[in-house]
């Protein structure tokens, strides 16, 4: 049977352009409870926008509180939280949530993130082995990074063009980490800049999220990042 959720918008994040990943935590009563990531029929449940968008067109945006339809639970791989929207039905934007207001949904992570260990060539603790992603219980945290910088550099350059890569670098619980953003806004203003790190001052937190396997891994990815 169909179903309804209202969410807080943690994620609207870059995929296979001009698709996105949406994710949040459920709101019920004022309270944070499971976390939900929307997906799609298309082959990795990318949304379009016309998958997720309110009804006056415009595309949702972090802290937005959203009322979505579903039509059934959908897990995939590490991805435990993904729930198949209902694509004939507009998201409902009800409010929008403050910073303060946020802070409950925060995840108190004792260790690392998942699990580490293991990096790809330019990231740091930033890949799971898919056989080990598809047993954990979960693919989203929402997280208050310590020492937090933006990194910007060129990468690639052997099978495909060099370009500017966003990355986060920051530690949580004595682990260092180098995290791709895929968080549009913070990308679009990064890449404006010279290649290096970058010192984040203000209060942040951040939407990790686990991405569907890719050549044997999961990655590690800077879905969200949340500012006051």
Same mark, same amino acid.
């Given at each position: 049977?169909?179903?309804?959720?209202? #969410?807080?918008?943690?994620?609207?994040?870059?995929?296979?352009?001009?698709?996105?990943?949406?994710?949040?935590?459920?709101?019920?009563?004022?309270?944070?409870?499971?976390?939900?990531?929307?997906?799609?029929? /298309?082959?990795?449940?990318?949304?379009? /926008?016309?998958? *997720?968008?309110?009804?006056?067109?415009?595309?949702?945006?972090?802290?937005?509180? #959203?009322?979505?339809?579903?039509?059934?639970? *959908?897990?995939?791989?590490?991805?435990?939280?993904?729930?198949?929207?209902?694509?004939?039905?507009?998201?409902?934007?009800?409010?929008?949530?403050?910073?303060?207001?946020?802070?409950?949904?925060?995840?108190?992570?004792?260790?690392?993130?998942?699990?580490?260990?293991?990096?790809?060539?330019?990231?740091?603790?930033?890949?799971?082995?898919?056989? #080990?992603?598809?047993?954990?219980?979960?693919?989203?945290?929402?997280?208050?990074?310590?020492?937090?910088? #933006?990194?910007?550099?060129?990468?690639?350059?052997?099978?495909?063009?060099?370009?500017?890569?966003?990355?986060?670098?920051?530690? /949580?619980?004595?682990?260092?980490?180098?995290?791709?953003?895929?968080?549009?806004?913070?990308?679009?203003?990064? *890449?404006?800049?010279?290649?290096?790190?970058?010192?984040?001052?203000?209060?942040?937190?951040?939407?990790?999220?686990?991405?569907?396997?890719?050549?044997?891994?999961?990655?590690? /990815?800077?879905?969200?990042?949340?500012?006051?």
């Amino acid at each position: 049977m169909p179903y309804k959720k209202t #969410i807080v918008c943690l994620a609207n994040s870059r995929k296979k352009y001009p698709n996105r990943c949406v994710a949040g935590k459920e709101l019920q009563r004022g309270k944070f409870g499971a976390w939900i990531r929307p997906v799609s029929d /298309l082959a990795n449940g990318d949304l379009m /926008l016309k998958h *997720r968008r309110y009804e006056d067109g415009t595309d949702p945006k972090l802290l937005d509180v #959203i009322t979505i339809s579903f039509q059934e639970a *959908r897990p995939q791989g590490c991805q435990k939280e993904n729930h198949l929207i209902d694509s004939h039905t507009s998201w409902a934007l009800e409010r929008k949530i403050t910073w303060d207001e946020l802070a409950p949904a925060v995840d108190h992570v004792a260790g690392p993130l998942w699990v580490n260990g293991h990096s790809g060539s330019n990231g740091t603790n930033d890949r799971i082995p898919e056989d #080990i992603a598809n047993n954990l219980p979960s693919s989203l945290l929402l997280i208050e990074p310590e020492h937090f910088k #933006i990194s910007v550099a060129m990468e690639g350059g052997y099978e495909k063009p060099a370009y500017k890569k966003v990355r986060a670098h920051f530690r /949580l619980n004595g682990h260092d980490y180098l995290l791709a953003v895929t968080d549009p806004p913070i990308e679009d203003k990064y *890449r404006l800049k010279e290649e290096g790190e970058y010192k984040v001052t203000t209060p942040t937190r951040l939407c990790i999220s686990i991405g569907e396997a890719f050549n044997g891994f999961c990655y590690k /990815l800077v879905a969200g990042m949340i500012t006051p």
